[in-house]
Nanobody, 127 residues
């Protein structure tokens, strides 16, 4: 089992940047593909980006390509989401999620694939 704790959210003006982090407990972090999802008020939770166990493969939703970057440090049991050129429509609670997988280069984009979730961190982008 793994526990996930997000941090780094906050309030930023449009065009600004934030980096959110997700720290995982346990010694098997490298066995998990990771993902970031977000949920805006009144909307469904949506996939943002996923990263493979190895970190070599990523997948982004079209609306964030070129602005958000996912990375992971398996030695630190942490996955990061660097967010640049933020827009008001990026305002949401951001959740990290983990999926234990045998496949080192697989990326998962369905919420149902993920086994563990963090509590979320609020990102607010003002116009």
């Amino acid at each position: 089992q793994v526990q996930l704790v997000e941090s780094g959210g906050g309030l930023v003006q449009a065009g600004g940047s934030l980096r959110v982090s997700c720290a995982a407990s346990g010694r098997t972090f490298s066995s998990y593909a990771m993902g970031w999802f977000r949920q805006a008020p009144g909307k469904e939770r949506e996939f943002v980006v996923g990263i493979s166990r190895s970190g070599e493969k990523t997948r982004y939703v079209d609306s964030v390509k070129g602005r958000l970057t996912i990375s992971r440090d398996n030695a630190k049991n942490t996955v990061y989401l660097q967010m640049n050129s933020l827009k008001p429509e990026d305002t949401a609670v951001y959740y990290c999620a983990a999926h234990r997988t045998y496949f080192s280069n697989s990326v998962y984009y369905s919420a149902g694939d993920y086994d563990y979730w963090g509590q979320g961190t609020q990102v607010t982008v003002s116009s």
